[in-house]
């Protein structure tokens, strides 16, 4: 059963930091891109930033500067390092992976959309 299993949320103070990570386990044949998105309470989810397998990256204007997103291959692992958090920054953060699966009886790996549980961010002073 192939997952995304989300650490490292928690409450911290404006300006402070966290680090979140996201492992991907299972019958893994590849990993496209990886990336993380959040959705604070009455909003849409919305993506913070993803990264290729190459490690090309994309970020909201948002984040930029104060983010880094970045990947372990070796490992499955993707990693979201928020720096200078802010108060609107509050929100469940959601690892995605878009994943090659081997499946019994298939030629080829399956590919889909992940999902990790989602993982709470809150900067309060």
């Known amino acids: 059963q192939e997952q995304l299993v989300e650490s490292g949320g928690g409450s911290v103070q404006p300006g402070g930091s966290l680090r979140l990570s996201c492992a991907a386990s299972?019958?893994?044949?590849?990993?496209?891109?990886m990336g993380w998105y959040r959705q604070a309470p009455g909003k849409q989810r919305e993506l913070v930033a993803d990264?290729?397998?190459?490690?090309?990256?994309t970020y909201a204007d948002s984040v930029k500067g104060r983010f880094t997103i970045s990947r372990d291959n070796a490992k499955n692992t993707v990693y979201l390092q928020m720096n200078s958090l802010k108060p609107e920054d509050t929100a469940v953060y959601y690892c995605?992976?878009?994943?090659?699966?081997?499946?019994?009886?298939?030629?080829?790996?399956?590919?889909?959309?992940?999902w990790g549980q989602g993982t709470q961010v809150t900067v309060s002073s």
């Open positions: 299972g019958s893994i044949e590849s990993i496209n891109a």
């Open positions: 995605n992976a878009v994943m090659g699966i081997r499946k019994q009886g298939s030629r080829w790996p399956v590919w889909g959309s992940y």
């Open positions: 990264i290729t397998s190459g490690g090309s990256t």
